[in-house]
């Protein structure tokens, strides 16, 4: 009878108490007496559930990734349990350094700092505000004189922006001084979001020769003819990781008569040595303190193969958080998850994938989903940070690490799922998965971004019965079911499994 339930709990929606009636009524009808009132059964399930022999670890790793994969696909879900429920106490206070870590500041993140500086130059590049609103936008009215002198004033007054005004002078005098030419048109409008540099261009920051920032120094000083097809192999380097930066410098290698010219590349050198300044702030591992010990099932995450390795740091943007003495982003550059949530039931959980459709495990989510909670684990679990992140919110997610730990995600490439992509239309397109082919040794184009989303479905099934559970039966229940999910997608990878 527990083993019928047991499956059925994977495939159907009924609760433990719907099996129960419709069991009994079964066994009454052929006249077979009585079954076991609905309390007693509660108990023999949760005897049976546990006395499985589930290998915790082994159903709960990939069998290409192993124990750290390099691609994750995480998201949060709305299954939850009551809230009066919550353990809000830990087992011991969370240890915490003494020593406050400082990630990057906004300024040194985004390549125009001057907020209406920003508004000029998306203008004049065929941006306006109606754009950044769904559907068809109308066509944006282009700069007038008098804009177009403010912008090149305030350019004047910060140093690395020399070379930009240099280039807008020079398409000034070409009569391109009210809207952009098409070349140049998407690449400035990219420099004037408000979003990080490093976002636009997520690229791999080794200064070894072959590297793209070493292509790119060779390209805009023409020692490397990046265009020539002896140098393919260069090119479609540059274009697995900065895209953006790839397609900029071809248009205007074809526009300008097979040449890139002198201010393009004074631009782009001004761009490579900013696009790194957000990994400057390097800390050794003394901030952190020791992990915490975990207890398997009484806790919030569970997490059998990726162990605690740090303990939490002591954050300079968490304190400004606290005093309220951060600065707002601009309104439409603003990226933001909307929650409705139910009354009585905790806000849900979040899960955590491999490109194959493996869960690694998931943390009880005792407020409304952020970036904090990928970012905890992330930066808590992981030795070295995963090569690619995919996220509904990839983009606040990154801003956060880099507010934080902007040095252990130095390499990482943040996506928003291509489903939420449609929705982010204040991001760079460095966050768009589309935009990328062979990003190093990941196929992004291959990994299935609703990986999460589909496995996050499935739980649906159980949320009626997991519901009023305590939270300690709530993570064991949660856990079992994933378990016996990332058996069956193994099964379909054709492995075999103990």
Known sequence: MLFRYL???LEARNPLAAFHR??????????????????????AWDSFSHLLDINWQTSFQCPVCKGSPDVI???????????DLINHESNRETQQSSLQVKGSDHEERVFLPI???RVFLSQFAGVSPSQKKRGKARRPSALSAQQYRELLSSLSTTPHLSSLATLLERLSRNGSHRIAPNPYKKFLGELAKNGPLCGM????????????????RRAVTNTLAIFDSVNAAH???????????????FEVYKAEGNRIPEDVSALVKDIMDRVSLPFKHKHDNSVYPPPEEEDTFGGYSFFPNLPLV?????????????????????????????????????????????????CYGFTILKSHESPRHPFEILIGRFNRAPRVVVYDNACRL?????????????????????????NHTGCSDGYCMDSYGQHGSIDVQQINSQINEQANAGLKRIKAQLAYMTQSKFLFNAALFLAFKNIDKQQQLEISWE
Not at 25 to 42: E, I, N, S, T
Not at 73 to 83: A, H, Q
Not at 310 to 339: H, I, L, V, W
């Open 7 to 9: 499956h059925l709990m």
């Open 22 to 43: 419709a069991y009994r009524r079964q066994v009454r009808a052929l006249g077979q007496g009585d079954v076991l009132p609905l309390h007693k059964m509660r108990r």
């Open 73 to 83: 696909i995480c998201d949060g879900t709305s299954l939850g349990f009551r809230k």
């Open 115 to 117: 907020p209406q500086a």
């Open 201 to 216: 261009l997520q690229i791999d920051h080794s200064q070894r020769q072959g590297h793209t920032k070493d292509i790119v």
């Open 235 to 249: 090119l479609q380097k540059l274009r697995s990781d900065a895209p953006i930066l790839a397609d900029f410098l």
């Open 310 to 358: 740090r303990g939490q740091a002591k954050y300079a943007k968490d304190a400004q958080r606290r005093t309220g003495t951060r600065r707002c982003r601009e309104p439409s550059q603003r990226c933001n998850k909307m929650y409705g949530g139910h009354p009585s039931l905790s806000p849900g959980i979040f899960t955590m994938f491999c490109q194959h459709g493996v």
């Open 398 to 422: 990154h801003q956060y690490c880099l507010n934080r730990e902007p040095v252990f995600f130095m390499n990482t490439l943040f996506c928003v799922d291509r489903l939420h992509w449609i």
